[in-house]
C-alpha cells in the first residue's frame, strides 16, 4: 500500500513538472590521453585498441638497461654506505662531530640516489590510470619518444560507465537542479531512458547562450547525439 502511495505521489509530481528541453552529447566517465614522460626507444607494447586493461597495468614500455645498471649501483652504494653509518653510529661519541656528520651525508645521499634511479625507472613503463579500454594506440616498437616533446601514444576510457553532457537554455538556469530527472532518448535508439543530473557547470557559455549540466549513464558509445526533458519541479 506504502509503495502503491509513493508511486502515485510521484506521478502527480511529474504530472506538476516543468520540461526543459536540452540535447546532450554521450562521454566516457574518465577519459585520458597518455604519454611517455622520459625520452627513449620503445622496447614493448602490451595492448592494442580495444583491449581491456586495470589500474596499474603496463601498456608500454623503454628500453631501460642502462637504467636498471644505475638502479643497481645505487643499491651498491646504499648497501655500504649504510654499514659506514652503522658501525661510526657505535662510536659517535669517540670520533669528531663533523667526521660523523660526513658518514651521516653520505648515508642519506646514498637513500635519496636510489630512490631517484627508482623513479627514473618507473617512468620507462606507461602504465594504466584507471580500469577501462584502450581505444586509441599511436606506438610502436622500435619508436623513439622524448620527454621535451610530449606526444599521446594511448587514449584510454572508463568501459561502461559514461556521462551524458547536457546543453539547455541560458533562461532556464534557475529552474534546473541537481537530483532533476532528465528523460532522454539517443540519436538511432527509440527506447526512453531516465537518469538524474549529478551535476550543473557553474556557467554559461557566452557563444551560444547554453548551460552545461551533467548524468551518469552505462554502455552508449561514446560521442553519440541524444536529447530530452528535464523535470523541474
Known amino acids: 500500500m506504502i509503495r502503491v502511495l509513493f508511486a502515485l505521489a510521484f506521478s502527480l509530481s511529474l504530472i506538476g513538472a516543468q520540461e526543459i ?3 546532450f552529447t554521450v562521454e566516457p566517465l574518465k ?3 597518455l604519454a611517455f614522460i622520459s625520452s627513449g626507444i620503445v622496447e614493448k607494447t602490451n595492448v592494442e585498441v580495444g583491449s581491456l586493461v586495470k589500474e596499474g597495468d603496463v601498456l608500454a614500455q623503454l628500453e631501460n638497461g642502462d637504467v636498471k645498471a644505475m638502479l643497481e649501483i ?4 646504499l648497501k655500504y654506505a649504510k ?3 652503522e658501525r661510526q653510529l657505535k662510536i659517535k661519541e669517540l ?3 663533523a667526521q660523523f656528520d660526513g658518514v651521516s651525508y653520505r ?3 646514498a637513500k635519496n640516489q636510489l630512490a631517484y634511479q627508482q623513479a627514473l625507472l618507473d617512468k620507462t613503463f606507461l602504465r594504466a590510470p584507471f580500469d577501462g579500454v584502450v581505444y586509441e594506440k599511436d606506438v610502436e616498437v622500435g619508436d623513439a619518444v622524448s620527454a621535451m616533446l610530449l606526444k599521446t601514444v594511448f587514449k584510454i576510457q572508463s568501459q561502461n560507465q559514461r556521462k551524458l553532457l547536457l546543453e539547455f537554455d541560458q533562461k532556464n538556469h534557475n529552474l534546473v537542479e541537481v537530483g532533476n530527472v532528465f528523460k532522454y532518448k539517443v ?3 527509440e527506447r526512453t531512458y531516465e537518469g538524474k543530473i549529478t551535476k550543473i557547470h557553474p556557467r554559461a557559455d557566452s557563444a551560444n547562450r547554453k548551460i552545461t549540466a551533467e548524468t551518469r549513464a552505462n554502455d552508449f558509445v561514446s ?3 541524444g536529447d530530452g526533458s528535464i523535470l523541474s519541479e
Do not use: V
Open 21 to 23: 528541453y536540452a540535447t
Open 95 to 97: 670520533i669528531d662531530e
Open 31 to 33: 577519459d585520458a590521453k
Open 107 to 109: 648515508y642519506e645521499n
Open 74 to 77: 645505487s643499491k651498491t652504494a
Open 223 to 225: 560521442g553519440l547525439f
Open 187 to 189: 540519436d538511432g535508439d
Open 83 to 85: 654499514k659506514d653509518y
